[in-house]
């Protein structure tokens, strides 16, 4: 179901393609988005039944997919990934980093084993993805990379969760300072940050439901909406709409941003 060309003969790879439950992930609707648009998507996750899902939702639509297997956390799968959608399609146009997990816990709390996990999946995911995927965006005289980080990465959200906050406070700058290496050559490289978001991830993860209401997830859902100056989370949707702009040639002009979707929270001081 193509609904529009925005996005028209463009390669995409989306890493963390999947949805980690019932229901739509960020980086699920954002790779049914590209194609949607007329991208050729490749979908990776480390669930495989989840990228192939995915992908089998494009190919439902009558789009062009490809479900691969893909540690993000480990160089040789993410150089393989790259190296299979550059041999398979001819070049990569778009990469999305849509990988994140939490560890629960303030720095007195958490274990170094969890710190080093988190960093490993949410920051070093995107260092080696743009690592193996930007020199054929060079080569081809450009691409977008867009990494979706959070605004927890700008202030404390209420959990302590320390290494979600600094790991994303991490990937925006390497995002920032990624683009003005590459903007010579016509590498865009821009971020994300979701707020406070209605998808499987947040309502799968027991420790936030029970900071925010003792483990009563629909309660958990009351209080977000209620944080929000628009009244109401956002969806993976709305990430995915931020997605396709980052994506496309209406953004063509514009690098190192940090994209906030979050119906006005930020704004807010407390």
Same mark, same amino acid.
């Given at each position: 179901m193509v609904?529009?060309?925005? =996005?028209? $003969?463009?390669?995409?790879l989306v890493m963390g393609a999947g949805s980690s %439950?019932? $229901?739509w992930g960020n980086g699920k609707a954002a790779a049914v988005t590209y194609a949607r648009e007329g991208a050729r998507v490749v979908c990776a996750d480390i669930d495989a039944a989840a990228a192939a899902e995915t992908a089998a939702l494009v190919e439902g639509e009558g789009g062009t997919a490809v479900a691969l297997t893909v540690?993000?956390?480990?160089?040789?799968?993410?150089?393989? @990934?790259?190296?299979?959608?550059?041999?398979?399609? %001819?070049?990569?146009?778009?990469l999305l980093n849509n990988v994140g997990i939490t560890g629960d816990g303030?720095?007195?709390?958490?274990?170094e084993e969890d710190w080093d996990r988190v960093f490993a999946v949410n920051v070093k995911s995107a260092f080696l993805a743009m690592k193996y995927a930007i020199p054929h965006m060079r080569d081809a005289g450009g691409g977008s990379v867009? +990494?979706?980080?959070?605004? @927890?990465? =700008?202030?404390?959200?209420?959990? +302590?969760?320390?290494?979600?906050?600094?790991? *994303?406070?991490?990937?925006?700058?390497l995002s920032r300072t990624t683009a003005v290496e590459f903007a010579p050559y016509g590498v865009r490289v821009n971020s994300?940050?979701?707020?406070?978001? *209605?998808?499987?991830?947040?309502? +799968?993860?027991?420790?936030?439901?029970?900071?925010?209401?003792d483990g009563d997830v629909e309660e958990m859902w009351r209080r977000r909406d209620a944080q929000v100056p628009m009244g109401h989370m %956002?969806?993976?949707?709305?990430?995915a709409a931020a997605a396709l702009f980052l994506a496309s040639d209406e953004s063509t002009y514009i690098t190192g941003l940090d994209l906030v979707v979050d119906g006005g929270l930020t704004l807010r001081s407390a």
């Open positions: 609904v529009g060309d925005r =996005l028209s $003969g463009r390669i995409a %439950g019932p $229901g540690d993000v956390s480990r160089a040789v799968e993410v150089e393989s @990934a790259v190296r299979t959608t550059v041999e398979r399609f %001819g070049r990569i146009d778009v303030g720095v007195t709390e958490i274990s867009i +990494n979706v980080s959070s605004i @927890a990465s =700008l202030r404390h959200l209420g959990p +302590n969760y320390c290494t979600y906050y600094s790991t *994303k406070a991490a990937l925006n700058h994300i940050l979701p707020g406070l978001m *209605k998808t499987p991830m947040v309502e +799968n993860a027991a420790h936030l439901a029970q900071a925010y209401a %956002g969806d993976a949707w709305d990430v």
